[in-house]
């Protein structure tokens, strides 16, 4: 985050002038001394105009660090997400500014009702270097151990390049929910 903000030539006052993040926590997160949140780094994706590198960078670190989190509390019902399969596959080539039609294929994993779920775009979802997708796309209503279809129109950015696309499920509310689950990824090779 620091080096995307030296290389916009912005300096921490300036940055802490343009929004509501204080400096002190700015600077604790860029000296790694504390865990950003999406909401700061999706702002800086947007403020600093890293048409979604760090958000990209987020998400993996995310998915990681669930991937080897344990001990979850048996009391409440979990929500877990399994990505049965994506069409496109991962690296499928496609001409710029192409629109297609993904088909992800999730199982609910966990003891959760899938009820007003979505799955929410992480960062922005729109850009000259990003693909092109709807903020949030809606997950059929889903019992545990069942499977859902979503169907997400895609748009391939204007320049070609590999390019990721991460989503994460949300409730009716639009909270986060599955953080145990890495973040849905599709992954495009724009020609």
């Known amino acids: 985050m620091r080096r995307v903000r030296g290389a916009a030539g912005v300096s921490l006052r300036e940055l802490e002038m343009r929004g509501s993040w204080r400096r002190s926590t700015i600077s604790q997160v860029e000296n790694g001394k504390a865990r950003p949140s999406r909401q700061l780094v999706e702002w800086y994706d947007t403020e600093l105009g890293s048409n979604g590198l760090l958000l990209c960078i987020y998400a993996e670190a995310r998915s990681r660090q669930l991937l080897a989190r344990q001990g979850i509390d048996a009391g409440e019902p979990l929500d877990e997400v399994h990505v049965v399969g994506i069409d496109p596959p991962a690296g499928h080539a496609v001409h710029r500014g192409a629109w297609l039609p993904a088909r992800v294929a999730l199982r609910n994993g966990g003891t959760a009702s899938w009820q007003g779920r979505a799955l929410h775009r992480m960062g922005a979802h729109t850009g000259t270097r990003l693909i092109g997708s709807s903020p949030s796309t809606p997950v059929p209503d889903c019992e545990p151990g069942h499977c859902a279809e979503v169907s997400i129109e895609l748009r ?12 994460t499920m949300v409730d009716d509310k639009g909270r986060e929910c599955a953080q145990s689950s890495p973040p849905v990824v599709v992954s495009l090779v724009v020609d």
């Open 156 to 167: 391939a950015p204007d320049v070609p390049g590999s390019v990721v696309a991460f989503w």
